[in-house]
């Protein structure tokens, strides 16, 4: 996608702290993108200090409000963003056919930002780190539940890549090993988000997966998962989509190549206009969700980026793997309203 002006993050740094083997398909049914949040006017380069605690620091440039996700307008006196109708934000904005950029809603008269952003892990990050060890490689997984997470604004479309290094079967010993998450954090769910119900049942929900020997005929393997479910707060449902006009979306296929022999793999999950989420490794497409016909748009009120995620908190079948070096976070694409909300 073409980016001709950045908004950089304004990081959530949340204070430090030292720290699903069931398929998902029945905690959500059908959902599907294409809003995009806002952003306002104004440009700024700032060094902002990282979540380690050397002292690092890495520099970001803004063009807009900060990259807190919520959505609407900017309210010219206070620079904060005005509140979006979400019975109206249905994204009806085009794609220009000289640039490829998304171009203004018809609709909401919302304008989609390029957004773009990246955390090098390295000696720190500009996220909020739970557990792990910093190091000029990068970010080292030091136990099963160690965690990164960033707010960032809600991309109606974009991407997200890193390198990860030190993956092999020895340190897939689990069923699951979930190294990557994007979901939904606004409303009043509070962070680090608990994995049952918020994380687990979350509305806006994916996730790449790495089976473990445990898994049997599955190790080595690769699964994406992908969920909209539009209802509205708190953001996390009880167990099942109530989404019924249009009915939510959830897919998780699985596959890929099933080996890992510690070198660096640079893995991206990618959400266009065509509806289209794709998850790919060392720029090769490995598997694929199609929820063009799903009626709905990817739009969470407040959408949160983690390299790692809770589960293991409460399920002992699934971890990070231990010794694995992640580096080079790097976010794209262009912001959008929140989704309409579905019809219960």
């Not at 006017?41 to 060094?47: E, F, I, L, P």
């Not at 109708?85 to 919302?110: I, L, N, V």
């Amino acid at each position: 996608m073409t980016l001709r002006r950045t908004i950089a993050l304004t990081p959530l740094l949340a204070a430090l702290s030292c720290g699903d083997g069931d398929d998902e398909t029945a905690a959500m049914t059908s959902a599907t993108t294409a809003g995009l949040t806002s952003a306002s006017a104004g440009t700024a380069s700032t060094t902002t200090s990282s979540g380690s605690t050397d002292g690092s620091s890495a520099t970001t440039t803004t063009t807009g409000a900060s990259a807190s996700s919520t959505s609407g307008a900017t309210d010219p006196t206070t620079a904060d963003p005005t509140a979006t109708d979400p019975t109206t934000s249905t994204s009806t904005g085009t794609t220009d056919p000289t640039t490829g950029d998304p171009t203004e809603d018809t609709t909401t008269g919302f304008e989609p930002q390029p957004f773009m952003f990246s955390d090098p892990l390295i000696d720190g990050t500009l996220g909020a780190a739970i557990g792990g060890a910093f190091g000029p490689e990068g970010w080292t997984v030091t136990g099963v539940a160690d965690r990164i997470y960033w707010e960032i604004p809600s991309l109606g479309e974009g991407s997200v890549e890193f390198t990860v290094a030190g993956i092999t079967l020895d340190n897939l010993p689990l069923n699951d090993h979930e190294i990557f998450a994007m979901y939904e954090g606004g409303y009043d769910i509070e962070h680090p988000i608990d994995y049952n119900p918020e994380f687990r049942n979350n509305a806006f929900k994916s996730m790449i997966r790495i089976y473990g020997v445990a898994e049997g005929d599955r190790v080595g393997k690769q699964k994406i998962m992908w969920g909209i479910c539009p209802f509205g707060p708190p953001g996390y449902h009880g167990g099942e989509c109530p989404c019924v006009d249009p009915p939510g979306f959830f897919d998780e296929p699985f596959g890929g190549d099933p080996n890992w022999d510690g070198s660096p793999q640079r893995l991206r999950v990618e959400w266009g206009p065509d509806r289209v989420t794709r998850y790919l490794r060392n720029d090769v497409e490995v598997l694929s969700i199609d929820w063009s016909s799903a009626g709905l748009t990817f739009g969470p009120e407040s959408l949160y980026v983690s390299l790692g995620n809770p589960r293991p908190l409460e399920v002992d079948t699934a971890g990070m793997p231990i010794g694995a070096v992640f580096s080079d976070l790097v976010i794209e694409g262009w912001t959008g309203p929140p989704s309409q909300l579905c019809g219960l």
